[in-house]
């Protein structure tokens, strides 16, 4: 915990300013004045029960949505006014639940294919980062050409992960994503995104009801049930 | 490029997909191909065909439309004296048949009313000034001339006039048991008589065939003066050439000077510079010395052969006895001039010596619609109409392509029609199918906008290579399936026009028949009023012979029965049974006007339905 001290200090990078999120207008609230801050190079997690909106502070802080009241600030600036596929694309690499891999594509394919959205510029052939990325990932390079559904669970998690760094964002957001994996798989997941944060000064957010994953990250936000009384 | 390139990779990536699409598509564009390039080849045809053609164009009286409404006027009064109409009908013979019917139209008023509707020379001439786009006129007038004792007419079968007056007689004994038909058809052929110094062409010029009504069958010659060169280039009974001597000239100097054709000088042993004698052919006592200044030969048959058994000796080519106007008009026998004929009765009545058959000539078609334009506005009444055999036999002759490319756009229409919705169709499916690639486009921060001009490029990739595959299949097929679809219309086309004739041609038959077939006959008084011209004038002329008036009877048994589709017709009309359909840049360049339209139709529906897509709602439903 002394990292955290040393970190603290840092400026957060994603903030949450009292948001508030309904689906429809005038509807029930999924989350209610929600203020927390990320930083730089700390994992965080994103705990509590089914339907506390875990999911969709996800999607706020991916810019999937914007919420109804309050406001997302990424670098101090409001989410809702700035381009959000370009936020999306750049700044931001969004690990979903259910992978949202192409499975039409091989796994190389997949991952340039962030690349190429982003618009970013590469000083290298993105087949050979992407390969670099699979190595990160722990998946071997010859995967690079395999299709996503001749994959098991863990390894399109790894695929995620890997498309979600590939343009280099500086907050990585991840939906469950242990969810469905031993513990195994889940421990070595878990060291990337440590590495990610404290190696390269990555924002991870994880969403988790896991409380191993909780107990792995820098720090926890506990969503409290929002149908408590 | 992101966009091209992720398209290009989802083309190659989803072939049976995009190869169905461009199959449908390469069909469709075939389909429109071939539709395209016959309605080109259709309107070009129609444009250029007359484009550098000289025109001809006669005005003649609606002369059925003035008889119809006249016998609808008179019908009420048919109890008018036989003896009228034997008067009317002005030649001895054909009293006998007339004086059998029983109830008759009005004759006389119909023939008055009539006769005054008679274009002159100078009322011609009056139009021809009256608009700018006449090219040249020129005219040419024929009077009839009877035989002298040394100087006979061609005749190539002595029987007709025994064969004939036999069927005349028959004719007259048979209109006893059915009066009404006999009076139906005397009274057409009548109310044409009195009509008969029309222009000879305007029997045909309503049936397409300016030439097809011969002027004068009755005399033993027809005295044919032309106006010009080129109404002698024109000449009724087709193109000649002289074998001898020259053509006449046309001012006065050459009055009296007359070519004729080598049949005839050959029969009367006449060459060059001989002098012939002949007799007006409605008063024996006046005779005319003509000289002969050239021998001709008909080199082209004439256009308007009344077909195999021309008995009718006057309307025989070989006895066609061309001048100048000018000699007409010397002799007393031009358009202008009339001629007091007595019958056997004692009754006199009064025609134009010659027919007058005057024509326009324009060097293109605008100028022929141009002078239409203009002579109406030049006080032509509602009465006469122009008519242009060159531009009426090239409108029939394009029916069938001008069906064609009825077809051609109406399957062009239903080919798009069902091609958009197809392809909206496919594309709607496809869009849907691939919602979950939208959702995690859009998720990983590509806008919308991109993914939707990524589905619309791979369409049009797909699209175009359709294209071009059915481009190159219709233009490879245009021609061959085009002239088949032509080749279908032009049977069906003849097949009606032959079932039309062998219908007319029943009902046309003449009085010598008409006691074989009663029942038909009362309908050709309606049916063929004009078409029948040919026995009408016959019977109109001022003939006193008997032998004419035998000729007469079976002239119109002749232009009954063998050439009652030639007649009908004015001229077999050869239709255009060709079209060159073939692909060129323009249709390539509509083709693919076409094909975008398809495309960006089809693929508006796409960007609709990935504009409506929330990356969030498309996840979340998918986890």
Not at chain 1, 20 to 44: D, M, Q
Not at chain 2, 285 to 291: H, I, M, S
Request: glycine residues 8%.
């Amino acid at each position: 915990m002394t990292e955290t001290t040393a970190t603290t200090a840092a400026k957060p990078i994603l903030e949450l300013d009292n948001v508030s999120y309904s689906y429809t207008k005038g509807g029930k609230k999924v989350l209610k004045n929600i203020t927390h801050a990320f930083r730089t190079g700390e994992v965080h997690s994103i705990t509590g029960p089914s339907g506390a909106g875990k999911t969709t502070m996800l999607s706020l802080i991916s810019g999937l949505a914007n919420p109804t009241e309050g406001k997302v600030l990424y670098n101090g600036k409001d989410l809702a006014k700035q381009d959000r596929y370009d936020y999306r694309s750049h700044d931001i690499g969004v690990i979903f639940q259910s992978f949202n891999l192409l499975p039409q594509l091989t796994v190389a394919e997949n991952i340039m294919l962030s690349m190429d959205a982003s618009g970013k510029k590469f000083d290298k052939p993105k087949k050979e980062l992407a390969v670099g990325l699979l190595e990160q990932v722990h998946l071997p390079a010859e995967y690079a050409n395999e299709r996503i559904l001749h994959l098991s669970g863990g390894e399109q998690q790894r695929v995620a992960i890997a498309r979600a760094l590939s343009y280099g964002p500086s907050v990585i957001v991840a939906d469950e994503p242990t969810g469905n994996l031993d513990m195994g798989t889940q421990e070595d997941i878990m060291s990337i995104f440590r590495t990610l944060a404290h190696e390269q000064g990555v924002c991870v957010i994880i969403v988790t009801h896991s409380p191993e994953v909780a107990a792995a990250s820098d720090e926890v936000f506990e969503l409290a049930p929002l149908r408590r009384r | 490029m992101f966009v091209v390139k992720n398209a290009w990779r989802n083309v190659i990536r989803n072939k049976g997909r995009n190869i169905l699409i461009a199959i449908i598509v390469a069909i469709i564009a075939a389909a429109a191909t071939i539709g395209l390039a016959i309605r080109q080849a259709a309107v070009t045809a129609r444009e250029t065909g007359l484009e550098n053609t000289t025109i001809t164009a006669q005005i003649s009286f609606d002369r059925s439309k003035a008889i119809s409404e006249l016998r609808e006027s008179s019908s009420s009064s048919d109890s008018s004296s036989s003896s009228d109409s034997s008067n009317s009908s002005d030649s001895s013979s054909s009293s006998s048949s007339s004086s059998s019917s029983d109830s008759k139209p009005d004759f006389d008023a119909m023939r008055e009313a009539m006769s005054d509707k008679q274009l002159t020379l100078a009322d011609y001439q009056k139009y021809a000034k009256a608009s700018s786009a006449v090219k040249s006129t020129y005219y040419t007038e024929t009077a009839s001339l009877a035989a002298t004792d040394d100087f006979q007419p061609v005749e190539d079968s002595t029987s007709s006039s025994s064969s004939s007056s036999d069927s005349s007689s028959s004719s007259s004994s048979s209109d006893s048991s059915s009066s009404s038909s006999s009076s139906s058809d005397s009274s057409k052929s009548d109310a044409n008589g009195g009509d008969g110094q029309q222009p000879g062409g305007q029997g045909g010029g309503d049936m397409g065939g300016g030439m097809g009504g011969m002027t004068m069958t009755t005399g033993d010659f027809s005295l044919v003066g032309f106006s010009s060169d080129e109404a002698v280039s024109n000449a009724e009974n087709g193109t000649f050439t002289m074998s001898d001597g020259e053509v006449f000239g046309y001012d006065s100097d050459s009055d009296g000077d007359v070519i004729i054709s080598k049949e005839l000088a050959d029969f009367n042993n006449l060459s060059v510079g001989d002098t012939i004698t002949v007799e007006n052919a409605s008063d024996s006592d006046t005779t005319y010395k003509l000289t002969i200044v050239g021998i001709y030969e008909n080199s082209t048959e004439s256009s308007n052969q009344m077909g195999g058994p021309m008995r009718s000796t006057a309307s025989d080519p070989a006895n066609a006895i061309y001048t100048s106007v000018s000699t007409l008009k010397s002799l007393g026998l031009d358009a202008d001039s009339t001629t007091e004929t007595t019958d056997s009765s004692g009754n006199t009545t009064e025609t134009a010596a010659a027919q007058l058959n005057y024509t326009y000539v324009f060097s293109s078609k605008d100028d022929y619609e141009t002078f239409v334009s203009d002579v109406a506005k030049a006080g032509l009444s509602d009465d006469y109409t122009v008519s242009s055999a060159d531009v009426e036999q090239y409108e029939s002759s394009l029916v069938p392509l001008n069906n064609l490319a009825q077809f051609a756009l109406t399957l062009l229409l239903i080919v798009l029609g069902v091609g958009a919705v197809v392809l909206v169709v496919i594309t709607l499916c496809n869009v849907r199918e691939r919602k979950y690639e939208v959702g995690v486009l859009t998720a990983i921060g590509v806008k919308k906008v991109k993914v939707a001009a990524q589905f619309t490029f791979e369409l049009l990739v797909v699209t175009m290579i359709g294209l071009a595959l059915g481009a190159a299949g219709g233009a490879v097929a245009s021609v061959p399936v085009s002239n088949q679809l032509l080749a279908a219309q032009v049977a069906q086309q003849e097949s009606q026009a032959s079932s039309q004739n062998a219908q007319f041609g029943r009902d046309m038959q003449g009085p010598g028949a008409q006691g074989t077939s009663d029942s038909a006959s009362s309908d050709s008084s309606n049916a063929s009023s004009s078409a029948d011209s040919s026995s009408s004038d016959s019977s109109s002329s001022s003939s006193t012979s008997g032998s004419s008036s035998n000729a007469n009877a079976s002239g119109t048994n002749n232009a009954g029965r063998p050439n009652g589709p030639g007649g009908m017709m004015g001229q077999a009309v050869s239709y255009v049974s060709n079209v060159n359909a073939t692909v060129n840049l323009k249709i390539v360049g509509q083709l693919l006007a076409i094909g975008l339209g398809l495309t960006l139709v089809a693929a508006l529906v796409a960007v609709v339905f990935v504009m409506r897509y929330e990356p969030l709602q498309i996840l979340a439903d998918r986890s």
